[in-house]
Structure formats: C-alpha cells, structure tokens
C-alpha cells in the first residue's frame, strides 16, 4: 500500500482512492477516522468529476453519518449512490449501494424501506442473471431478520432458508455465521428447539473472530434467544446484558429496539410481565420517535461540478434533490445554481429559466426519491465562479421550505496549449507493484486499449478502453481463471485491478452473454489524469 501511495503522490484521483481504500483495511482507523478519509477521497472525487468513485464512496459516508447520529444527511447520500449506480449501467456496484441503504433505513428504524432497498438486490441479479450469491445471500439474511423484528416469523423462515441455499454456493465464513445465526432465532421463536439446536451448533462451531465487534454475524443475539427458548434463564439472561452493555458503549437505535422486543419475549417467558411491558414501551417509544423524523418532508441538496475547467471549455454539472421523508413534496425553483460568466449548453426539458432562477413548475418529488437536475456549462470567462444552489420547495403541509447545497468554486483557467501527440511508448506511466505478472500484463493491454481508442480511433473518453474479459484474456495472455474466477468471485487479476482503482466495470447491454449483457472493463481512462497521460 505504501509504495502505490509513493507512486500516485502526483495524481488526485489515484491518491483518494488508494485514502479510501487504506481506510477500510487499517486496523488503527475507528468509525471517526474512516469517515475522516472517505470525506476527502469523496471531495477529490466530486472535483473531478468522477462519478464512479463519487457513487462508490457514497454509500459508505452515507451508512456513516448515519450511525454517527446524522439520519437525514446519511440517506441522502446513500440513495444518490444508488441512483448514480443504476445511471451509469454499473449494476454490481449497485447492488452493493443498495445493501448499504438497506442498512441505513434499518438504523433508522425504516424498516419497509429496508427491505424494499434488500428486495431491489434481489430483482436486479435475477433481471442481470449476474449470480452475486454473497450479496444475495446478505439480502435474504437482513429480511428475514427485519422480517423477525416485526414477528412475522413463518416469513421470516422463509428468506432464511433462501440464505442458508445461496451462502452455500459461497467460501464466505460469515455469510454462513450470519444465517446460522437468524435461523437459531427464528426457529427458536418459533417454538422449533430441535432445529435451532442444529443451526445453533453450527454457529459455534465457527471461527471466533468472525463473532468480533463490527461483525454482521449477532452471536450473542442468537445465544440470548436460544438459551431463553430452552428455559436457561441464567445463560439467556446474562448474554442480553452483554448486549445491552454493548448499546450503552455504541448506542444503535435500532439494535436497541429490536433486542428490547426479544428480552421482552424472554422476560415474559420467566412470568415478569411487568418488565416485559416495560421492555415493549422503550421499543416503541424507540421506533415512534424515529418515524416521527421522516414523518414530513425535507430536502436534501448537493452539487458536483469540476474544480477546474478550461475557458470555452463544455462541461457537465449534476445537481441531486433528495427527499428523505415518506411524504410527498412539490419542487418550486432553485437559486444560484447559474452565473453570468458560464452559458448554459443543455438544459433539462422540465425546467424553466428566469433572471437566472431555474423553476421547477411544482415537479412532484415522492418520498425517499432523487430528482437530478443536469446542466451542460460552457466557460466564456476566465476567474472564480462560486455558486451556492438553494431550492425552494413546498412540503406536505402545504409550507415553504429552502434547503441550502453545498457550495462549489470552479476555476477557470486560460485554454490549454495544443502539443503534439506523443507515441505510447512515451507516455507517462504510473508505475504498480502488483502481485503476480498477469496482473501487470492485464493493466497493460487495458491502458493501451484506452489509447487506441482515445487518440487512434478518437472515440469519445467515455466509450473509450473498454475491453470484455475474454479479449483481455486473449490479448494480454493470461488465463481465464485469473480474469473470471469461480462462485460468483471476480478472479485474483480481476480483484487486484478494481482493489487499487485501476479499472472499472460494467455491464453492456444488447450483447452477447448471460442475460443478453455481458461485463467489460477498462482502464479508468474517463478521468481527468488520463487525459493528461494520454493527450
């Protein structure tokens, strides 16, 4: 890891994906510092214009925020993430924005959203035929355990059961400690002892340090539920405080409403009805408050452009309104979103623009949506703009509301001298130490499928590079295994490119392949740093 960061010190995009990539891995980093590193890598990357690594970061500040005690800004983040994924055709990505938004609505207590968010996981491999059974498998865990969470146990029964088939068909040591773990409260609750015995069982039969703090996998949920069904009230007992002092440490609204529910159910099971009442009033005193949060409407905003453009230069601004509410609102307009120093190129059909005030006509916007306006600028002056969008909206009490977006300076600067193009051979190349040769040789065969196509064939950036992993096989000579890899797992080549950012994926429709779509990946050549390598 320190000798990528050595090599991509001149790089901006480079240098924030291998931040955030560290920040996930280093052993010293806690939920503040992860946050800390996510945020700058996600800055670079709204800068320049990355929207790929913008979607990727965003489902991970977005779970964040949520759990550091910030609902409304985490569901804003975590649902534009998924919106940009399914924009850009990045269905994969997706579903792994989805899981984490799932998660997000769950830890505020949104438990129909939640599953509907685990729901889309599921329909979108059964629409792309991609059989991302890991996923699958965790989608099918956390229904069934928001399913246990509201008593409907047969159902409940039913997507754990799914979870169990799918986690087989994966070498995943907690996806199989997470089923293990819903079915021994599920069938426990169910009043089926023998066969929570058997799941239970197998639950302890796994490695310990999958049962470690930040783990998917509640053991001590499943400990406390079991023991209570089997009437050993000391065991039971003892590990729901265990949990309970666990909460007190890392307060979880969520987790706590659902863990008083099933200490109430034991509670009541030891005849002491009178604090099992107490249990249920806390839980729903809980869930009651947090509804109440996203019981109207409200408005979050965000604009990406780039820092940097080039005078007469054409380029794209994305401006996203999210509502995170579960009712309805009207958009009215949206101020200091244009300036007099940039022509506006494209803009949106639903739209009107008046005095430099861009007017929604009372656009609909439903709960738990994203609106994204785009807008197609071209610099006609040099200097500083700043812009600093404000929308005005009506919510479902019929009052009028403003919420301010963040504010983006962009540069523009004199337009770039034209040079000579350069042969491949002597192009600037950052240089990566990677684990095995075929690695090398496959990013090699990608950077020059990008200059092809980008200086040779003049495509444009974006349809530039993209190669299927057969033809990357064949054109850089390594094996199919090391590219494809086996159960639903990308191969060692595959994995080590998309790890350091290297590359990125996506599926193409109308083409030959499972599902009439077929994955292809490319060097990431779209962005700001190749250009400057490759012309």
């Given at each position: 890891m320190k000798e990528a960061e050595q090599c991509t010190a001149a790089d901006r995009l480079e240098t924030a994906r291998i931040l955030m990539n560290k920040a996930m891995v280093d052993p010293g980093h806690n939920i503040d510092g992860i946050l800390k590193d996510y945020t700058v890598a996600l800055r670079v990357f709204e800068e320049e214009y990355s929207l790929l690594d913008v979607a990727s970061a965003l489902f991970v500040v977005g779970s964040l925020n949520t759990r550091l005690g910030k609902p409304q800004e985490g569901l804003a983040k975590s649902l534009r993430s998924v919106s940009l994924f399914e924009e850009l055709g990045d269905f994969r990505s997706q579903m792994e924005a989805c899981f984490f938004a799932g998660l997000t609505f769950s830890n505020c207590l949104l438990s129909t959203e939640a599953f509907e968010m685990f729901v889309k996981i599921m329909e979108i491999d059964e629409k792309t035929k991609m059989g991302d059974y890991l996923r699958l498998s965790d989608a099918n865990v956390f229904s069934s355990r928001l399913l246990a969470s509201s008593g409907e146990f047969f159902k409940a029964l039913q997507y754990g059961l799914k979870a169990l088939e799918l986690s087989k068909k994966t070498d995943s040591v907690q996806a199989r400690g997470m089923v293990h773990s819903i079915l021994t409260v599920v069938y426990t609750r169910?009043?089926?002892?023998?066969?929570?015995?058997?799941?239970?069982?197998?639950?302890?039969?796994?490695?310990?340090?999958?049962?470690?703090?930040?783990?998917?996998?509640?053991?001590?949920?499943?400990?406390?539920?079991?023991f209570a069904g089997k009437n050993q009230w000391e065991e039971s007992n003892r590990c729901f405080d265990e949990y309970f002092k666990l909460l007190e440490r890392d307060p979880a609204p969520a987790a706590s409403a659902a863990q008083k529910e099933m200490y109430a159910w034991a509670l009541e099971k030891?005849?002491?009805?009178?604090?099992?009442?107490?249990?249920?009033?806390?839980?729903?005193?809980?869930?009651?408050?947090?509804?109440?949060?996203?019981?109207?409407v409200s408005v979050q905003a965000h604009l990406i452009a780039n820092a940097k453009v080039r005078l007469g230069q054409t380029f794209e601004a994305r401006f996203d309104i999210v509502n995170v509410s579960r009712a309805r609102g009207l958009l009215v307009h949206i101020e200091n979103l244009v300036d007099p120093k940039l022509d506006i190129a494209v803009f949106p059909k639903m739209c009107t623009i008046r005095n430099d005030i861009i007017y929604m006509n009372k656009e609909e916007i439903q709960p738990f949506q994203v609106k994204t306006i785009r807008l197609c600028f071209q610099a006609k002056q040099q200097g500083k703009i700043n812009l600093n969008p404000r929308v005005t909206y009506v919510d479902d009490l019929g009052k009028t509301g403003t919420s301010a977006a963040n504010k983006v300076t962009i540069v523009v600067q004199a337009p770039e001298a034209s040079t000579e193009e350069a042969s491949f051979s002597e192009l600037p190349q950052i240089e990566f130490k990677f684990k095995s040769d075929s690695t090398q040789k496959a990013y090699d065969f990608l950077i020059k499928a990008f200059w092809d196509d980008y200086n040779v064939q003049r495509f444009p950036s974006n349809d530039s590079g993209w190669r299927?992993?057969?033809?990357?096989?064949?054109g850089a000579h390594v094996s199919k295994h090391s590219m494809y890899g086996r159960a639903g797992r990308c191969g060692a080549v595959t994995s080590e490119l998309e790890r350091l950012g290297l590359v990125e994926s996506r599926l193409f429709p109308g083409e030959r392949g499972r599902g009439g779509r077929v994955v292809k990946l490319r060097f990431c050549g779209e962005k700001e740093h190749a250009k400057r390598q490759f012309g």
């Open positions: 169910l009043g089926d002892l023998k066969r929570a015995e058997e799941h239970f069982n197998e639950l302890m039969k796994l490695p310990p340090e999958i049962f470690n703090k930040g783990s998917f996998v509640s053991a001590t949920t499943a400990k406390s539920v079991f030891q005849g002491r009805k009178d604090e099992a009442k107490s249990q249920l009033e806390e839980a729903e005193k809980i869930r009651r408050e947090a509804n109440e949060r996203f019981e109207h299927t992993l057969l033809a990357i096989v064949k």
